[in-house]
């Protein structure tokens, strides 16, 4: 190649570094690329998508008030597939105490050095700070002046006082005497005291911002660094380790001015931006959607009839009376999160108006009926007696025609996942479902009486609550930093409109066009 | 898994195999990719593509030179095409007024020198980047790029010489290398 003519040391240089640079990829890319190649094996994304959010939401319900720690950890017990916003620490890494509780880890003979990084990770929570400590199990030379006491032993002496604000003076002064901070993360999300002190304390090392989630990445970065370095080539990583450590421990804050601090700043901002954190990697993912359905409803009825031998009980109820579908539209606001390349998971809120028209006679005067009920206790159906001023054209006689309007306001929570089926360049095409668990705050009922001659007005036989599934199917497409979907949608109301006790069942659906603009955070 | 069993569990669609060798060669090609890449994710669909070729291409590998070397060629074809797609990059591999042209110097990081060489690289527009990075690190022709790229061998050299001089100016400004003479070839061009 005409290339070998014109390399010079320049060229070399940029190859060299560019060859020793590589990264890590995300485990979604090889699922992804598994899927494509084993179609007929695909990973059961939605199955443990459904199973991670169950677990998220069952340990977020248990540990609820409780302190908690803010790192993804799992015990398998390997390091090198984390991607940047995953970190995954070894099965040595037990010990996690929480609320300044202290246990012991637990070591394992034989671990490969990188399953050995971490030993201690202590979680507290206190009304003025949040902290981790990750406490480092590199080699004891890469820190001569770190000694006691290190950060277990604080925290066993918190155990014993029970005294958070001791821990954190005692940290603070740990942190300052020992010049560390790769080996210690810290999360100080309510205040700025620690951070402050950090940054007198090490300079501008890469770890020292105003944004803990910053810090706490980059410290915990580092550390996967070494742990990747390792698993390449141990005396290497033992090399980068040394070297790193040493510049960390060798930044004088003194030796920078302000300006350099200012630009490193700005750098390590953008940076985060570019490389999002575990914190703010979701901010990628998540995205908000409104969206309008003009829809078009649609009802069954039925009946459930015991005992009793009014014209109500028989034969199907729909071909005696007059109804026909009437015009609806559902509206609301959702946020939707990426769970996986293909699969997004949504929940928001849903405002649904639903209306089915009845052709019915307005009678000269009221007259006295009656609906058909359902007794809790028994189960047998009695007449119940109501008056009525609206009569059904097919039996009843009417002075002059009239529509009755069988309304609900309804307000829904949504909660389901979207999964994407293909993409061609900038169009998606998505199937989704969502569960609405509804509540239903008006509307008017008309009943058809037990007779079928006349229709009662009983609005308050509407359930309060009920189960309402939605079906989609829509194209996205993406129009600059916002997405349009366009798609066909079945809303399905899962139990009766009406009450238990009522011997009518009313199960309607609606059918409808969902318009929906949706864009990132 | 030896490089042997590796591609011959590939060319029977075997999952492990596939993964093994995707284990082993993902991290440097993701490396790659971030380098055309505008973020990490994209880096990451790339690199998603790109395997996807190399394991359905995998039958065609004659065993001839280096398995990395192979699988790069199809990872940088891969980074290309999918730039290429990309409305801005057919506006930046024109631009020929670098002066006009601001880089994201503060984009740059100091952790480590191979990454900040690779920022520094990232820095750069989109058009100089791609030249110089088929070009140096890559080790393609001006003939080849321009043959990728669907531009004139003039322009992919003329793109390299400012995408050159630019990132040069930077990594002294960085302290990252010193300022040197200019060196010239054999031929007298840069």
């Known amino acids: ?521 | 898994m030896t490089e042997e069993l590796m591609l011959s569990g590939c060319l029977k669609n075997n999952a492990t195999a596939q993964e093994a060798l995707y284990n082993r060669f993902s991290p440097r090609m993701l490396g790659v990719c971030y380098r055309f890449a505008k973020n990490r994710e994209d880096a990451e669909d790339m690199l998603q593509e790109g395997f996807i070729k190399v394991f359905s291409q995998m039958h065609q590998y004659r065993n001839e030179g280096a398995l990395e070397g192979w699988i790069r060629r199809i990872i940088v074809h891969t980074c290309i095409n999918i730039l290429k797609k990309n409305k801005k990059f057919s506006d930046s591999i024109d631009i020929t007024n670098a002066h006009s042209i601001h880089i994201r110097e503060e984009m740059i990081p100091s952790i480590m020198q191979a990454k900040q060489v690779v920022e520094c690289i990232r820095s750069l527009p989109l058009g100089y980047k791609t030249v110089l990075n088929l070009y140096a690190i890559e080790g393609y022709s001006h003939k080849e790029i321009a043959f990728m790229l669907d531009i004139e061998e003039s322009t992919s050299r003329s793109q390299y010489t400012r995408a050159k001089s630019m990132l040069e100016e930077v990594l002294v400004r960085k302290k990252i290398i010193q300022k040197t003479k200019k060196k010239t070839n054999f031929f007298g061009a840069v």
């Open chain 1, 1 to 521: 190649m005409e290339n070998e003519f014109y390399t010079d040391e320049f060229e070399q240089f940029l190859k060299e570094k560019s060859d020793q640079f590589s990264m890590y990829p995300s485990r979604r890319v090889w699922y992804s690329i598994y899927n494509n190649l084993h179609p007929s094996r695909r990973w059961p994304s939605v199955v443990i998508s459904l199973f991670f959010i169950s677990s998220l939401i069952l340990i977020g319900y248990l540990n609820a008030g409780e302190n908690s720690i803010t790192r993804q950890i799992n015990t398998e017990g390997t390091f090198i597939n984390a991607p940047d916003e995953q970190i995954t620490v070894s099965q040595s890494m037990s010990g996690i105490n929480k609320g300044g509780t202290s246990s012991k880890p637990k070591k394992q003979q034989g671990q490969q050095i990188y399953s050995n990084v971490f030993s201690d990770v202590i979680t507290n929570e206190t009304d003025f700070y949040d902290y981790t400590i990750v406490k480092s199990n590199r080699p004891v030379h890469l820190f001569n002046n770190v000694t006691s006491p290190d950060v277990k032993s604080i925290a066993e002496t918190a155990e014993t006082n029970n005294n958070n604000e001791n821990v954190i003076q005692d940290v603070d002064a740990y942190i300052k005497s020992n010049q560390i901070f790769a080996d210690v993360a810290i999360l100080n999300k309510k205040n700025k005291v620690l951070s402050s002190k950090m940054d007198n304390h090490v300079g501008n090392s890469t770890s020292i911002t105003d944004n803990p989630d910053e810090l706490n990445v980059s410290s915990i970065n580092n550390s996967k660094n070494i742990v990747s370095s390792q698993t390449a080539n141990n005396n290497k990583a033992q090399e980068f380790t040394l070297q790193e450590s040493k510049a960390v421990i060798n930044a004088n804050p003194d030796q920078e001015n302000n300006t350099a601090k200012n630009e490193e700043k700005a750098w390590i901002e953008n940076y985060a931006f570019e490389n999002k954190s575990p914190a703010k990697k979701w901010k990628g993912r998540l995205s908000y959607q409104v969206y309008v359905t003009p829809a078009v409803n649609y009802r069954k009825l039925s009946t459930k009839v015991k005992g009793s031998a009014t014209p109500f009980a028989n034969g199907d109820i729909n071909h005696s009376i007059s109804q026909k579908p009437g015009f609806g539209f559902e509206a609301g606001l959702g946020l939707n999160y990426a769970a996986a390349r293909r699969l997004h998971v949504k929940a928001g809120v849903q405002f649904n108006y639903t209306n089915y028209n009845i052709s019915a006679g307005q009678a000269n005067q009221p007259v006295a009926t009656t609906i058909l009920l359902n007794d809790p206790s028994t189960g047998f159906s009695y007449s119940a007696a109501r008056t009525s001023t609206t009569s059904n054209t097919f039996n009843g006689t009417a002075s002059r025609p009239v529509t009755l309007h069988n309304r609900t306001y309804q307000i829904s929570l949504p909660i389901g996942f979207g999964y994407k089926l293909s993409s061609e360049n900038n169009v998606e095409w998505f199937a989704g479902a969502t569960v609405q668990p509804t509540y239903y705050f008006g509307g008017k009922a008309h009943l058809i009486s037990s007779d079928l001659k006349s229709y009662v007005s009983e609005p308050s036989s509407i359930n309060s609550f009920n189960l309402n599934l939605g079906f989609e199917t829509y194209m996205n497409f993406k129009l600059g930093t916002y997405n349009l979907q366009v798609g066909p949608q079945v809303r399905y109301q899962l139990n009766s409109t009406y009450k238990k006790n009522l011997a009518l069942i009313e199960k309607p659906y609606a059918i409808g066009l969902k318009f929906g603009l949706t864009k990132g955070f």
